[in-house]
């Protein structure tokens, strides 16, 4: 029962709570910038507007691989919170990826085919980690299934905390943050535009935002079940962790200019073996 | 309910101008206007823009990419010439290239004066342009 209430749950507000933190996201942003800033809802109000604008398409193509990301995004989100299988999760993202970056390259214009080769760059880079983060979870836990690992006796992190900066690395690709945000941008006006999303407008560019929404809840979620175990209060400590991780990406956001590719690939890779291929061998030593 | 006004993106588009009123545009980004308070965003990009914020007169090259920028911009829209030149032609009307206004080849909602027109002009201008956004999407809405 539970299980399916939290899955509801995450189905309803998934976008309110997104929205919001992208709303947080660019009022904590302005105000290191030394700006006022937009107010907090700024976010919902794009999306209304995106919504009710004419939508200029492309290729009619784009309209279906738009709504495929979409689809897979909520999908894996869902699961994530019914307590599912997490590596099945981690699979269903890597397939709403694809379904972007078709979507991207299926405009057949330079800068969004640019964007989608960025892309695809940087599943290569986060891939690696994506997938020790699940291996370290089972070796930790004993399990895949995100119910059992939030019940388990000790957290996740009391043997992972390796994978668990690895995780955050990357996480700064996943939320399309500086200096990782080569592929697209929050902030408008980088050197090719908006990237991927440069050829979506109206209810296309709404979508892709709405499972942006839903995926960055389901990211954080994944933070989350590092801290969570069986007490209650370990989901207090979860939630202050969730929130000092994403004031960090803030942070980060604002003081690091975007790096090329190679820095990208080579950074996470390098991290992805350094910190978590060793936590998992440590692992594999004390089990 | 109509969002368009609170959510205002705009592309800026340097037509024959002398850069002035560019810098007067990219000053209005800057914290001491910081136009993202009223939601204000420089897209750069035609395709996810509501506004389109036009420096400088038109002449024989920039008119194509000006109707082009326009034509790819989804509805509804407003065009607002920001300067002397965006408006009439300015001090370059009588040059041997200059066709004059932004007015010429496009239909401008919104006049900002001024050489260079000044960020509290062109911050108010943006703010007619938005009122007038939230009439038209309401006359689409009605026509639908
Ligand atoms: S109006 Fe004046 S400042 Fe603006 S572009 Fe024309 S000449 Fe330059």
């Known amino acids: 029962m539970i299980k399916i209430v939290s899955t509801v749950l995450y189905l309803v507000f998934a976008p309110v709570f997104g929205g919001l933190l992208a709303g947080v996201d660019r009022k904590i942003t302005a105000r290191m910038q030394g700006r006022k800033g937009p107010p ?14 004419e939508a200029i398409v492309v290729d009619h193509l784009q309209n279906l691989f738009v709504i495929g990301y979409l689809v897979f995004i909520i ?3 869902c699961l994530f919170f019914y307590g599912g299988d997490l590596l099945l999760a981690f699979f269903a993202i890597t397939l709403a990826e694809i379904f972007l970056i078709m979507c991207a390259s299926s405009a057949n214009s330079a800068y969004s085919s640019m964007g989608s080769q960025r892309e695809l760059l940087q599943m290569m880079a986060y891939e690696p980690m994506i997938l020790i983060v699940a291996i370290g979870f089972y070796i930790a ?19 992972t905390p390796g994978i668990f900066l690895g995780y955050l690395y990357i996480l700064t690709i996943k939320f399309r943050k500086s200096p990782f945000d080569l592929s697209t941008s929050h902030h408008a ?15 296309t560019l709404g979508i892709t935002e709405l499972a942006h929404w839903y995926e960055n809840t389901f990211l954080i979620g994944i933070i989350a079940i590092f801290i969570i175990n069986a007490t209650w209060w370990s989901w207090i400590v979860a939630l202050a962790v969730c929130a ?7 942070l980060i956001d604002n003081t690091y200019a975007r790096v090329k590719w190679k820095v990208l690939l080579n950074s996470s890779w390098i991290v992805a073996f350094g910190l978590g291929i060793l936590n998992l061998l440590a692992l594999y030593y004390i089990k | 309910m109509s969002f368009a006004s609170k959510s205002p993106w705009l592309i800026h588009y340097d037509g024959s101008s002398c850069n002035g009123c560019d810098i007067e545009v990219l000053a209005c980004l800057t914290p001491v206007y910081d136009v993202e308070r009223f939601g204000v965003i420089n897209t750069g990009n035609p395709k996810h823009a509501d506004i389109f ?7 024989k090259q920039n008119e194509e990419v000006v109707k082009q920028i326009y034509d790819q911009m989804p509805s509804p829209k407003v065009v607002v010439a920001v ?7 300015g001090i370059f009307k009588e040059c041997y290239n200059i066709m004059g206004g932004v ?16 960020p509290e002009a062109i911050i108010d201008g943006v703010v007619k342009a938005v009122a007038l956004l939230d009439e038209k999407s309401k006359s689409i809405s009605q026509g639908r």
């Open chain 1, 40 to 53: 907090i809802l700024q976010p919902f109000y794009d999306i209304f507007k995106l919504f009710s604008k």
């Open chain 1, 75 to 77: 999908f894996t989100g």
């Open chain 1, 141 to 159: 836990t004993g399990s895949f299934s995100v119910g059992e690992i939030i019940t388990s006796q000790t957290s996740a992190i009391a043997t």
């Open chain 1, 189 to 203: 006006h980088q050197e090719m535009v908006k990237g991927l999303t440069v050829e979506l407008s109206g209810r």
């Open chain 1, 244 to 250: 000092l991780a994403y004031f960090m990406e803030i």
């Open chain 2, 53 to 59: 914020l036009i420096t400088g007169g038109i002449n």
């Open chain 2, 83 to 89: 300067g002397a030149c965006a408006c009439n032609g």
């Open chain 2, 103 to 118: 007015d010429k080849v496009l239909p401008v909602d919104i006049y900002v004066s001024g050489c260079a027109a000044r």
